[in-house]
């Protein structure tokens, strides 16, 4: 019995929409990627002001053609484990449409084997927290096919802090002293006039 050609058609329309809605879990995927970034491990950074620079490339020690369906890198800011902890909007979740370790993005790039590097500035919006960075090797059809990171597998080394913006500036303190000390000066110019007046009066 001969089998329609739309049928099949359908069929592996449906099987690849199938094997895609499920996801891609982290632990799929190989780390074919070497990632390094500019902060020591310890370093402090300031949000809004400092800069990392990320580079990456893929391992050449693995046979050829392992990247050839790479198309594009997403390279991602990240929470170390110690910063997820109590924190369920930052839980690490194996399916990675679900997970949230790598909320911050640092910038997406066609891929390329070797000589990759940026610079970004850390976002002024970026929480207070420890963070590593990982960069994913997205396939075709938009899926993560591979990874790499600044860290090793349990997320314990090479890592560095970012403090958040707290909210206030010091040019506006600055302005704030200013302000006080010129209220005070001119409230207590305003009781010697005062008191002046009432002298004046009495003296009348």
């Excluded at 090793?152 to 890592?159: E, I």
Aim: aromatic share 10%.
């Amino acid at each position: 019995m001969e089998v329609p050609a739309g049928f099949l058609v359908v069929s592996l329309l449906l099987s690849c929409f199938v094997s895609t809605s499920h996801g891609v879990y982290f632990s799929s995927l190989k780390g074919t990627l070497i990632v390094t970034a500019s902060p020591s491990a310890g370093q402090v950074l300031k949000a809004g002001e400092d800069k990392i620079t990320v580079t990456w490339r893929f391992n050449n020690t693995l046979p050829a053609g392992t990247d050839s369906t790479y198309k594009t890198i997403n390279v991602k800011l990240c929470y170390a484990p110690i910063s997820q902890k109590d924190r369920s909007w930052r839980k690490t979740v194996d399916l990675l449409k679900k997970d949230k370790t790598c909320p911050h993005k640092i910038v997406a790039r066609p891929y390329a084997a070797s000589n990759n590097s940026f610079t970004w500035t850390v976002e002024r919006d970026v929480p207070s927290a420890i963070y590593f960075v990982r960069a994913y090797a997205i396939d075709a059809q938009g899926v993560q096919a591979a990874y790499g990171q600044t860290t090793d597998a349990h997320k314990a080394t090479n890592l560095f802090e970012i403090q958040a913006i707290t909210g206030r500036h010091v040019s506006l303190d600055i302005a704030s002293i200013c302000f006080s000390a010129f209220s005070i000066v001119s409230l207590a110019g305003f009781f010697y006039m005062e008191k002046r007046k009432a002298k004046s009066s009495q003296q009348k």
